[in-house]
């Protein structure tokens, strides 16, 4: 069965440093990998994906992420944190034909 | 802009309750969804329908059902509330059948069992 693990339950960071939130999966074939950000009050808004060819994809706001497949990792990143960066963060792997597995989140806490 | 909206923000209900939450989207999409989200457990599917009427049963579909008269329509119905299910409860939206379409939330529903 397709899963998800987030290893990272909080993690914290300066304002201005680099990020990079872990994320790795559990699936036999190609997969299709997503990362969504949960803002403080509001829903879930998909900041990237990834389906095939080029492993490091672009996403809003300055994310990108890798994939990796010898980790079977998909690995958020952003160079420099901005306080309204501060949320919780969810990967999520495709599961059939329509269904999402989500990972258990981290939350991104930001230091002045 | 797609707009995926919930009916209530906050609900507080008692054991043994009928609950009802209320879905609607604008943008005459294909698939609804319906989640519960738990501290420590992420995003779990409850259930979920790919059109008028159809469903099919998701990760946690227990102490669940739903209702999906109107495609904009998604209904998820606490037959007998019980403590718990005090959570909280996303629904989403997405164009087509297919698993790369992006899902769309609404802002969710803490639901609160006393």
């Known amino acids: 069965a397709q899963s998800v693990t987030q290893p990272d339950i909080h993690i914290t960071v300066s304002e201005g440093a680099s990020l990079e939130l872990r994320c790795n999966y559990s699936?036999?074939?190609?997969?299709?990998l997503f990362w969504y950000v949960q803002s403080p009050g509001q829903g879930l808004q998909l900041l990237l994906k990834?389906?095939?060819?080029?492993?490091l994809v672009q996403g809003i706001k300055g994310f990108e992420a890798e994939f990796k497949r010898s980790q079977s990792s998909f690995n958020l990143r952003k160079p420099s944190v901005h306080w309204s960066d501060a949320a919780e963060y969810f990967c999520?792997?495709?599961?059939?034909?329509?269904?999402?597995?989500f990972g258990t989140g981290t939350r991104l806490l930001v230091s002045p | 802009d797609v707009k995926v909206t919930q009916s209530s923000r906050y609900l507080v209900k008692r054991t043994g309750e009928k609950v009802f939450l209320e879905c609607v989207q604008d943008?005459?999409?294909?698939?609804m969804f319906w989640y519960r989200q738990d501290p420590g457990l992420g995003l779990r599917l409850i259930y979920f329908?790919?059109?008028?009427?159809?469903?099919e049963k998701g990760d946690i579909p227990e102490g669940y059902s739903v209702s999906r008269e109107k495609k904009e329509r998604f209904s998820l119905i606490l037959e007998s509330a019980s403590t718990n299910q005090t959570s909280m409860y996303l629904c989403?939206?997405?164009?087509?059948?297919?698993?790369?379409?992006?899902?769309?939330f609404g802002p969710g529903t803490r639901l609160t069992v006393t």
């Open positions: 999520a792997v495709g599961a059939g034909f329509q269904k999402l597995v």
């Open positions: 943008m005459d999409h294909e698939n």
């Open positions: 329908s790919y059109d008028v009427k159809m469903k």
């Open positions: 989403a939206s997405s164009f087509r059948r297919q698993v790369t379409d992006e899902q769309y």
């Open positions: 990834y389906f095939s060819g080029d492993t």
């Open positions: 699936y036999g074939a190609t997969p299709y």
